[in-house]
Each structure stands twice: as structure tokens, then as C-alpha cells.
């Protein structure tokens, strides 16, 4: 199939961005790589598309005191490859799960977040480390937390008129590590489920928080608190004393129903397994860092 009849404009400001979407029935094209496919299998048919690559600061990818600033232009690759992404670790450790590297030269980091796709692994990232979303609109700019962002399976918080400008991440503090880990029947295809996972200890090496983020098992990514959980399992390398009750957590939050890859309960165990050592994982990482 090929895609229907679409008028195409490339504003040179946020303005202009933001002029054009206010006109009705316009989708922004950011790397292309999920809009395009959407175009083509005729899933959408906006009447405009506004690339917005030519926005000079949605270039912008840098460092502000304690947080990392990906403009909606910069590239998955670019964040992949650069220095500056060793300040947020769980962002390096996700990203060569995102796809393939062909697809993550053009794909960015926003348009991830904006397509919010379920089984995603970005979101996922976001929801973790409470990274912010800026969204631009008629009324001007707004922050809005990952919590909040994601409303649903391709729903965000973010309005037809608006466009996400940028996303910013927390630089890891001493004393955190992270974990990640997803299943999918192919490298590169969207996973069957996985978890990221944050750990802070204190200065003893007790864990202090505990949170972990489980993508592919609802509608959206699903954040909880388990510092409880990691306490109560005591010292266990493995995370084996996690299952137990990772496997009821799992009753609770995994809802994505069966399909051809994989039922319900597949899902509930993959979960509740990755969830286990990526905890586990995430607390060791977090004890030798300094
Ligand atoms: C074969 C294949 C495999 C893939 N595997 C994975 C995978 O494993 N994991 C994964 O996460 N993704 C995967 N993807 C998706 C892909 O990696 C995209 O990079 C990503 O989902 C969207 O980024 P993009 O910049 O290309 O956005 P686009 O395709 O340009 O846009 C996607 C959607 O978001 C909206 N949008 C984009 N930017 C903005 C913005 N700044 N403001 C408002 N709305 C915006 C668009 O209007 C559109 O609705 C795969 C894609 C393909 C084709």
C-alpha cells in the first residue's frame, strides 16, 4: 500500500511548528521511522506533515547541572553514541534495544516518547527516572513528568496542537544503579516484555529505593515501588528471594493480553524473572559506584 495524498511543510522555528499544527489535522515527522510505516499501511492519514527538522534548537542535546536535554530532533544514534550519555546510564543501556541501528540513525529520542508505544523501550526509560517532557503549544510551554505523559497504548498528555520540544533526564546520583532487560523473539523487534530497574543505597549499602518499570505489559510503562520488596529479600545475589513476590506484583500490573507471541502468563513470568535480576543487578551496580 502506499501512503494517501499529504501536504508536507518544514517550519524553520517551534512558532512555525506550532502554526501549522494549529491549522487541524497535522502530525509532526521527527525520524520518520514509526509515521511513515503508519502513513503506508494507511493506519493514519493526516493532512499535513510538519518535519521538524529544521529547527535549529530542537538540535540541542546537552547538560544542565544535574540533568541531560535531548532536543525532539537528536537522533537515537547521536544519544547512543555520545559521551554525554554516560551521565544517565539506563538511556545507554536501552538504547541498542531500540530497534536497529539503521532505524535509530533516523528515529529520535522524543519521537519515541510522542509515539508511545507500549512495548517501547525509551517510555520505559523516562517513566523510570522521572524525566521530564517539554511539550510547546498555543499557550506556551509546559514540563510535563514521564508519570503523566504517557495516558495510554500511542496516547500521551501532549495535545494535536502540541509539539514535544524536548525531554530531560536526571544524571545518576552516587550510589544509584540501574538495570535493564527485555525478551523479544528477534533482536531489535519490540519486546515481548522487559523491565528497567533504579536502585539508591545508602551509605552502609542498604538499599535506600527501589523502583522498577515494566514495558510490553499494559497499555503504557508501568512504574512501582519495591524498596520493601528488596529489603524484605535480604542478601541474595541472584534476586531469587524477589520472585515470590515479583510474581504477585506481576498478577497486579501485567495485563496485556495473549497473542500469538506469547499469553498472559508467559508475560506475568517474564516479568517477574527480569524484574527479579535487574533488581538484583541494579543493587550490586548501585554499591560500587562511587
Ligand atoms: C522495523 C522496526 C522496528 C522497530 N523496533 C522498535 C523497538 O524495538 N523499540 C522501539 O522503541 N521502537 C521501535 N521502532 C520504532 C522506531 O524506532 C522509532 O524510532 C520511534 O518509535 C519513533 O521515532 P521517530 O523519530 O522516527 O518518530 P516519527 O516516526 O517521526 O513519529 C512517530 C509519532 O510520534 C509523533 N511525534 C514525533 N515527534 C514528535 C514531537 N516532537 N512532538 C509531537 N509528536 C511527535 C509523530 O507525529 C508520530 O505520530 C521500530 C520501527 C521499525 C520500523
Do not use: W
Amino acid at each position: 500500500m502506499k501512503a494517501a495524498p499529504f501536504a508536507y511543510v518544514r517550519p524553520g522555528t517551534v512558532d512555525d511548528v506550532l502554526a501549522e499544527l494549529a491549522r487541524g489535522d497535522g502530525k509532526v515527522l521527527a525520524g520518520g521511522q514509526s509515521l511513515v510505516p503508519v502513513l503506508a499501511m494507511r493506519l493514519g492519514r493526516p493532512a499535513t506533515l510538519v518535519d521538524i527538522n529544521a529547527v535549529e534548537e530542537l538540535h540541542r542535546f546537552d547538560r544542565r547541572d544535574d540533568v541531560v536535554r535531548i532536543g525532539a530532533a537528536v537522533r537515537q544514534r547521536t544519544v547512543e553514541r555520545d559521551a554525554l550519555t554516560r551521565a544517565v546510564p539506563l538511556l545507554g543501556m536501552a538504547m541498542p534495544f531500540v530497534g536497529h541501528r539503521e532505524l535509530r540513525s533516523r528515529g529520535t529520542v522524543c519521537g519515541s516518547l510522542a509515539h508511545a508505544d507500549p512495548a517501547a523501550e525509551l517510555p520505559a526509560v523516562a517513566a523510570c527516572l522521572d524525566a521530564t517532557v517539554e511539550v510547546a503549544g498555543p499557550a506556551g510551554r509546559r514540563r510535563v513528568p514521564a508519570a503523566e505523559f504517557f495516558v495510554g497504548a500511542m496516547t500521551t498528555g501532549a495535545a494535536a496542537d502540541e509539539a514535544v520540544v524536548g525531554v530531560e533526564f536526571p544524571v545518576a546520583a552516587p550510589g544509584e544503579g540501574f538495570g535493564f532487560a527485555e525478551i523479544a523473539r528477534r533482536h531489535g523487534d519490540f519486546a515481548l516484555a522487559g523491565v528497567v530497574t533504579r536502585v539508591r543505597v545508602a551509605d552502609d549499602g542498604a538499599p535506600a529505593q527501589a523502583r522498577l518499570t515494566g514495558f510490553g505489559i499494559s497499555d503504557r510503562p508501568v512504574t512501582r515501588d519495591v524498596t520493601d520488596l528488596l529489603r524484605a529479600a535480604g542478601e541474595d545475589p541472584t534476586g531469587h528471594g524477589l520472585r515470590p513476590g515479583l510474581a504477585d506484583l506481576a498478577g497486579r500490573v501485567v495485563d496485556t493480553g495473549g497473542d500469538a507471541h506469547g499469553s498472559t502468563a508467559y508475560r506475568r513470568r517474564l516479568f517477574a524473572v527480569l524484574a527479579a535480576r535487574e533488581l538484583a543487578r541494579a543493587l550490586a551496580r548501585a554499591r560500587t559506584r562511587p
